[in-house]
């Protein structure tokens, strides 16, 4: 068998996407290349806890909850083997028993079986199809169980019916000082292990053919055989997930790898290449390609006037005893010295560009994710609180709500704008350090920052692209259409904190070139001119 043919088991299009049961004296070489490539994960083991515990007799049940292509089938498909004797599965939800029926239609006969009998069930489902059958399935019970646990992410007391959700299983962790992901990390170093591998195997028979194609194909495997390479790869997926709100499924990274190997050009050209792959669509607009800064203006140029530099001649005659050869383009030097950015290779030339490969944004959200995660209140974790709050979250909020009013200062919160007249109130909007110390989150694509005025308090839910927009803000930014997504966060707080100044005890007119400040003392209204 080719490499081609053997990695075709990672294409999405493979029918090897979806696991489904087949025969012991059906298994073929993909089947053997598939299952090599399982990798177990903390799901599986929870998964694999709560079905042990059932009895052969018990009527109970599990729900594993997730979405399409996330590793659902390919779970319960192993679990089955295992189990299969003393537990009954429905492995996909989705599907219909009858092909004049629907999926709820066989829900329903699987649940009616299941009641009528003394066995365990374990069914797989969508996050969709829970809530489809919540509304329309006819087993009363069963739709309660999945409403309480949509409602409140628990199943009722005492019924017997248990969830096991991906959702709780991220595929990226942010620890104390940076992020993991044993998914994705864990799958490319088992595709490139160098021993008992058998896709290295194939890789070493692919080099007795000569054709360019092959050759391609090899120096992709060997480029993506390079730890340095698997975390740019991983940084990139972690930033998808992040800036692009786009999940990390099984199905997708999967056929997302067949296309960094297999793709029309090399590894650093097909990763920023788009194309059909969810993933790649998402990573495609990092492409270091488009950036523009004085260091890669200059390359630029230099490569275009075909201007002599030693030190690059030297670099490209290494990747081409690489196996990288006929590249000639900007863009694709400077996808490749983005891939290698942590690497030591050749003289190291493309390590000048890294700092024009600055990832200062994922390093800031990652650490104030950490702060508000790991929150213990003690004196260093209050102080770079309190950086974050005051200089990013609150100026921001403040220079957004002043807007239209910019010379009002760092006191006041614009309230009303009549014309040439304003009117203002003082706020003390401060960071709730009591809040944070409570605040609980399962998702690593958000925080909760939390904010009080007087007895008032605030949450705003902040990703990387708010993030992002609350430091533009601050460095004079005006937030427009293209902002929508954020802005409407941003603009819910703010319509909150402008609520709740104007019970202050103090206003502040300004207009005509004058400033009148009245407050209330007792029962009378008290007017200065300023």
């Not at 979405?67 to 498909?77: A, F, H, P, Q």
């Not at 692919?206 to 390079?226: F, G, H, I, P």
């Not at 650093?268 to 203006?297: V, Y």
């Not at 954020?486 to 819910?492: A, K």
Request: charged share 25%.
């Amino acid at each position: 068998m080719r490499l081609k043919e053997a990695l075709s088991v990672l294409s999405k299009s493979s029918p090897y996407a979806v696991s489904t049961e087949r025969s012991q004296d059906k298994q073929t070489l993909l089947d053997e290349i598939k299952s090599y490539l399982y990798i177990e994960m903390p799901i599986e083991r929870k998964v694999d806890e709560v079905i042990s515990s059932f009895g052969a007799n018990d009527q109970k049940m599990l729900f594993l909850c997730g979405s399409s292509g996330d590793g659902k089938s390919e779970l319960l498909t192993k679990a089955k083997q295992k189990y299969g004797s003393r537990v009954k599965f429905h492995l996909d939800a989705t599907h219909s028993f009858d092909p004049h029926g629907t999926a709820i239609q066989t829900l329903d006969k699987v649940f009616g079986e299941f009641e009528a009998e003394n066995s365990p069930l374990v069914v797989g489902i969508n996050t969709g199809m829970m809530g489809n059958y919540a509304e329309e399935g006819s087993n009363e019970r069963i739709r309660q169980a999945l409403k309480t646990y949509l409602n409140d992410k628990q199943a009722p007391n005492d019924s017997g019916i248990y969830f096991v959700s991906f959702e709780d299983y991220p595929k990226f962790e942010i620890r104390e000082h940076d992020y993991s992901s044993e998914f994705a990390t864990s799958l490319l170093a088992r595709i490139t292990q160098q021993d008992d591998n058998i896709i290295r195997q194939l890789v070493e028979k692919e080099k007795e053919y000569s054709s360019a194609q092959s050759k391609r194909l090899v120096t992709n495997y060997e480029l993506l055989s390079l730890p340095s390479v698997q975390k740019v790869i991983v940084d990139l997926l972690f930033k998808a997930r992040l800036m692009r709100d786009q999940f990390l499924t099984a199905r997708a990274l999967l056929d997302f790898i067949h296309e960094l190997l297999l793709g029309k050009g090399y590894l650093f050209d097909n990763l920023f290449a788009g194309g059909s792959n969810e993933l790649a669509n998402k990573i495609e607009g990092f492409d270091p390609a488009h950036l523009r800064t004085k260091q890669i203006d200059r390359f630029i140029l230099c490569l275009d006037l075909n201007l002599p530099n030693p030190e690059f001649t030297a670099f490209k005659q290494v990747t081409s005893d690489f196996g990288i050869t006929k590249i000639s383009s900007a863009a694709q030097y400077l996808r490749l010295f983005y891939v290698l950015r942590h690497s030591d290779f050749a003289n190291n030339f493309h390590l000048q560009f890294n700092p024009d490969f600055n990832e200062s944004l994922v390093e800031k959200y990652i650490s104030v994710f950490r702060l508000h995660k790991q929150y213990l209140g003690t004196a260093e974790q209050k102080s770079e609180l309190k950086f974050f709050y005051r200089d990013i979250l609150i100026s921001a909020v403040r220079s957004y709500i002043n807007r239209n009013a910019p010379r009002l200062g760092k006191r006041y919160f614009l309230l009303s704008d009549f014309g040439d007249y304003q009117v203002a109130a003082p706020a003390d909007l401060a960071m709730d350090a009591k809040a944070i110390a409570n605040n609980s989150t399962t998702s690593n694509a958000f925080f909760n920052a939390r904010l009080k005025l007087k007895d008032k308090q605030f949450c705003l839910p902040i990703n990387i692209n708010l993030l992002s927009l609350l430091i533009n803000i601050n460095n004079g930014y005006r937030p427009n259409k293209h902002d929508k997504d954020s802005v409407i966060l941003l603009d819910e707080l703010a319509n909150e904190v402008v609520q709740a100044a104007k019970s202050a005890d103090e206003l502040v007119i300004t207009g005509g070139g004058k400033k009148y400040e009245l407050e209330l003392d007792d029962d009378e209204i008290v007017v200065n001119e300023g």
